[in-house]
């Protein structure tokens, strides 16, 4: 594990990043838009060479999780719970770092050895895998979708997000717009899937890319709005992974980088739901915690229909708690001969956390009440002419007001700030949303005709045999596809 300051000096390169509405960022180490969340990536990595977390974060042998290639389900628990401790940390709002990384990077070795294209290809993906677990290189992972306007293009063989532009001994030279992907202004290489639309001989080609690399440009959206007081945007005033675009302008790409898979992104994201549903997770209990706090500060731990909405609080955390774990103790195969979490288990956890999401989010506004809309700020505490009245207003039941108004500032920046709608809407879209995970789960459930044969053997005389084996063949619900009118000119 490298050094925090080795990860911020090597992001120094040269990359050239545009955040919208700030312009051009010439250093993103140092930029205000970009330097606190580059500043809790090298708290990631240093946090690895902490004693006081050695037991959660490293193997006995020293090994940090992040980068455990998991043979059995004792390196799925360890990885489990390293994800869970990190996301903690910052209510889930960091979801991509150098161990999701090495996640993509395994994935990248499954697709490849499970597409088939020959041995020299599988190899190829694991020296890549080697140099990701060697070197803590971070890789973030973008499907490969095209933007909008090229979607919108009239003739639909120019609707791919990149083209090769030609092939030389060194590698492909590749030309295109890449549709949004996490962290890529902190990140050092982006995976580029194969919606990208390039093939090779026949097959559906992905890569990476450097973020460094000539002719990279990377595009940040917009900041999420916060206040630039850490008082009183305690999360979003350092949790911002700025997602963004890419854009590529005849930009090479070696060959040891170009890999060769199914058009599916599904093998390649084996591993990365698992880290989602911790994410998520932590969210979930980062929240029962928050809401916890709220009822004691807020005088309220002894009404009954405030610890009846911790209740629910409290399921939604323990079904993902559930669902982790059977994830990780009911393991899968891989073709690669490491274990993955049990699809099933994965499935079935994000799908219940997408529909108890706004219910949790609207309990954390509820508890506190009113309080939430007008708690104060430090500077309004510390103002003369304020100072006595709010103390009145906030202090009592052994909180002072500046302790009580912390709290409820950041019960709002977790759940009505512009962090959170970032979240929000990021979620909807992220490894493809509600109709992605479901169709997952359809197809990875397996006990379709055991179940309907067994509740047929309930009566007194013969029926069919049931086959359902059609709904997990069925393939995965096609992505909206935008095409412009049959009439449009322009």
Request: charged letters at 25%; proline letters at 6%.
């Amino acid at each position: 594990m490298r050094s925090g300051a080795d990860y911020r000096e090597a992001l120094r390169d040269g990359r050239v990043v545009y955040v919208m509405g700030e312009g051009r960022v010439d250093d993103v180490t140092t930029h205000p838009a970009t330097r606190a969340m580059v500043d809790e990536y090298v708290a990631w990595h240093d946090r690895h060479r902490d004693p006081a977390w050695a037991e959660r974060l490293l193997r006995p042998d020293g090994t940090p999780w992040a980068f455990v290639r998991p043979q059995g389900k004792d390196d799925l628990a360890g990885m489990g719970r390293s994800y869970a401790e990190t996301c903690f940390l910052s209510a889930g709002n960091i979801t991509h770092d150098p161990g999701y990384g090495h996640l993509i990077a395994m994935g990248i070795l499954n697709a490849v050895a499970e597409h088939g294209a020959g041995p020299e290809h599988t190899e190829r993906a694991r020296a890549y895998l080697d140099l990701i677990d060697r070197t803590g290189r971070f890789l973030t992972f973008s499907a490969g979708s095209a933007p909008i306007g090229y979607r919108l293009r009239p003739d639909p063989a120019e609707r791919a997000a990149a083209k090769i532009e030609r092939q030389t001994d060194k590698g492909i030279v590749v030309s295109g717009r890449i549709g949004m992907h996490t962290s890529p202004c902190y990140a050092e290489d982006i995976y580029v899937g194969s919606l990208c639309g390039l093939q090779l001989d026949g097959h559906a080609v992905s890569f990476v890319v450097e973020a460094a690399a000539k002719g990279v440009t990377t595009l940040c959206r917009k900041l999420a709005p916060r206040d630039p007081s850490r008082f009183m945007a305690p999360l979003s005033n350092r949790f911002d992974e700025l997602d963004g675009t890419l854009w590529l302008d005849e930009v090479l790409i070696p060959w040891e980088r170009v890999f060769l898979v199914d058009a599916s992104p599904e093998p390649v994201a084996r591993w990365l739901m698992w880290h989602h549903l911790y994410g998520w997770g932590a969210r979930a209990e980062f929240s029962l915690g928050l809401g916890l706090a709220l009822a004691d500060a807020m005088g309220l731990k002894g009404n009954d229909a405030t610890v009846e909405y911790l209740v629910d609080l409290m399921a939604a955390v323990q079904t993902i708690r559930a669902c982790q774990t059977a994830g990780v103790r009911d393991p899968e195969n891989t073709a690669i001969g490491y274990v993955a979490p049990n699809q099933r288990h994965v499935m079935a956890g994000g799908i219940a956390l997408f529909k108890a999401r706004q219910q949790i989010a609207e309990i954390l506004r509820i508890v506190p009440g009113s309080s939430l809309v007008v708690a104060p700020g430090d500077t309004d505490l510390a103002d003369d002419g304020l100072a006595a009245g709010l103390a009145e207003a906030f202090a009592g039941g052994g909180y002072s007001a500046k302790q009580r108004a912390a709290l409820l500032q950041l019960a709002w920046d977790h759940v009505s700030s512009g962090l959170d709608g970032r979240e929000s809407a990021f979620e909807l879209h992220a490894s493809g949303g509600m109709p992605a995970w479901r169709g997952r789960l359809r197809q990875s459930f397996q006990d379709y005709n055991e179940l309907a044969n067994a509740v047929l053997q309930q009566l007194a005389f013969e029926m069919p045999r049931i086959d359902l084996g059609g709904i997990p063949a069925r393939a995965m619900a096609p992505r909206r596809v935008n095409a412009p009118p049959a009439d449009d000119k322009r």
